[in-house]
C-alpha cells in the first residue's frame, strides 16, 4: 500500500475562489484546507458571474465548479456534527456535486497534519455513500486499530447497514476491540501492527464501475498522513487486489463467537 502512495504523482491544479471578499472567513477555512494538496490557490472578481463560487482547473481548463457553502459545510461541518452527511446521503443532486468536485482531486498526493484523521473521515464518507448506493459490492477498510469503529460509532454503524444490504464489508486493524459477528462483515486483525496499524484506506467495488473508489493513506508520524484517494476503476481494481492478495495472508481472520 505504501508504494501505491509513492507511485502518484500531482497534476498541475488551481483551485480559485470566484467573487469571494477577502475577509469571507468560509473561503478562508476552504483555503486552509486545500494548503495540504498540492494545489494552487487564488481569486478573482467577474461582474458577470455569480458569488462566492470554487473552480478547480488544470492550465486552461474548468475540471469543476462548487458554490463556497456546499464544500464548506461538507468539508468543515460534517466532520464535527455528521449531520450534513445524512443530509447529502438523501440529496443525490447534493451528493454528486460534492463527488463531483472531490473525484477531480483524483490521485493527488496530500500530507495532513494537527488535524490528523479528520480529512480523511470526508472523504472516507463520500466513498462510504458510493458504497451504499450499489447493491452488493465490497468495500475494504482499514482503520488502524479497530477501536476506532468502536469509539466512533456513527463510523461502526455505516458498515452495520453496508452489511445489512448485502455489501461484503471487510475490515483491517490491530485487534484492540472485537467487533460484534454480523453477516456479511469479516474482520482481520494485525496482531502486532507491523502489516496495516500505519494505514487507512477504505477501497470500495461493485458490479456498476461508477462504485469504483479508494483513499489510502499513511501515517508517517503521530497524526501525520501523507496520501491519496482514486475514482480510476482500474487503479481501484489494483489496491483491491493488493488488499486481498498482499495483506490478507499476513492477517488473521477473527472468527465469529
Request: charged share 30%.
Amino acid at each position: 500500500m505504501r508504494d501505491f502512495i509513492q507511485s502518484r504523482k500531482s497534476a498541475n491544479r488551481e483551485l480559485i475562489a470566484v467573487n469571494a471578499d477577502t475577509d469571507d472567513e468560509r473561503v478562508a477555512e476552504i483555503r486552509r484546507y486545500f494548503e495540504r494538496y498540492d494545489v494552487a490557490l487564488s481569486s478573482f472578481r467577474d461582474e458577470t458571474l455569480p458569488d462566492r463560487f470554487l473552480l478547480l482547473t488544470e492550465g486552461e481548463r474548468c475540471l469543476a465548479a462548487i458554490d463556497v457553502d456546499t464544500l464548506y459545510d461538507y468539508l468543515i461541518e460534517t466532520l464535527n456534527s455528521g449531520s450534513f452527511a445524512h443530509r447529502s446521503a438523501d440529496d443525490p443532486e447534493l451528493f454528486h456535486a460534492i463527488q463531483a468536485f472531490l473525484t477531480n482531486l483524483d490521485g493527488t498526493v496530500y500530507t495532513v497534519e494537527r488535524e490528523g484523521k479528520i480529512p480523511l473521515v470526508g472523504i472516507s464518507r463520500v466513498i462510504e455513500q458510493r458504497a451504499g448506493r450499489t447493491k452488493g459490492g465490497t468495500i475494504h477498510t482499514g482503520v488502524q486499530r479497530l477501536s476506532r469503529l468502536r469509539d466512533e460509532r456513527e463510523t461502526w454503524e455505516t458498515y452495520v447497514r453496508l452489511a445489512d444490504r448485502g455489501t461484503d464489508v471487510n475490515l483491517y486493524g490491530v485487534p484492540d476491540w472485537r467487533p460484534p459477528a454480523t453477516d456479511s462483515m469479516t474482520v482481520f486483525a494485525d496482531e502486532d501492527g507491523g502489516t496495516v496499524g500505519d494505514l487507512w484506506f477504505v477501497v470500495s467495488q461493485g458490479e456498476d464501475s461508477d462504485a469504483a473508489s479508494a483513499l489510502v493513506a499513511q501515517e508517517v508520524e503521530a497524526e501525520t498522513y501523507t496520501g491519496f484517494w482514486t475514482f480510476d476503476p482500474e487503479y481501484v481494481g489494483e489496491i483491491a487486489a493488493y488488499v486481498e492478495n498482499e495483506l490478507r495472508p499476513d492477517l488473521t481472520r477473527l472468527r465469529d463467537e
